[in-house]
């Protein structure tokens, strides 16, 4: 079976974000970046599928030089190989993306392809689906449970209020959601061995954003709360505050 899986890199999420002095991206110094969260359950299930199926695992990443840390995080975890698409600069957005990844995979006769459902910073969950519509490949999003008989697919997807089953014949493309697995943690030998696993660099195929960001902006402090003691005197002022302040009624 080959398996590609598509990996990103984003700002750890315990990073204080600062906007640059162009307010249109954050300021990177002192950021420290990991791979998307989303994604190691992509490269899990991957890993998963290779064992029970044997083959190949795949880890592509769209980006600047940066984005070789996604693909030695998937080397340390078990992938076989790892491909960059290297971008010229930082400036791209998920069309760019979407379209780099699949102008790649279209050649690779590829079973399934795998990504997070989403990447944690612009949280757009766009590129799935986008690779999906340029390869003509059927896409099954926010995965849970993901089983492959057979070259059929049958997978269990969160919707709002419940779950919904999907199936599909192979190639599919699959989005996974927290809950898919458990992403294993590298070991000394894994670490070690993925050192010695060289990233292939390939020219973008594309570029030419859709969207441009205008302004960046932190959101407002909180403001303070307000503790209401007269009990049900108090209801009036408390759903004026809810209506007014608050807008949430």
Known sequence: MKIIVCVSIVPDSTTKVKISDTGQSIDSNGVSYIINPYDEFAVEEALKLKEKNGGEVIAVAYGTERSKEAIKKS?????????????????????????????????????????????????????????????????????????????????????????????????????????????????????????????????????????????????PAKSGGKIFSNGKEDIPELVRLLREEAKVI
Not at 125 to 145: A, D, Q, R, W
């Open 75 to 219: 080397f340390q975890m078990g992938a076989d190989k790892g491909i960059l698409i290297k971008s010229p600069d930082e400036n791209f957005d998920s069309y760019t993306v979407a379209k780099n990844l699949a102008e790649y995979i279209k050649d690779q006769n590829a079973d399934i392809i795998l990504f997070g459902k989403q990447s944690i910073d612009f949280d757009g969950l766009l590129v799935p689906s986008m690779v999906s519509e340029f390869l003509n490949l059927p896409c099954i999003s926010v995965v849970v449970k993901l089983d492959i008989e057979n070259g059929k697919v049958k997978a269990e997807r969160e919707i709002e209020g419940g779950k919904e089953i999907v199936e599909s014949a192979l190639p599919v493309i699959i989005g996974a959601q927290k809950g898919l697995n458990e992403p294993r943690y590298p070991n000394l030998k894994s670490i070690m061995a993925a050192k010695s696993k060289p990233i292939e660099e390939v020219s973008n195929f594309y570029s030419g954003n859709k969207t441009e960001i205008i302004e960046m902006k932190l959101p």
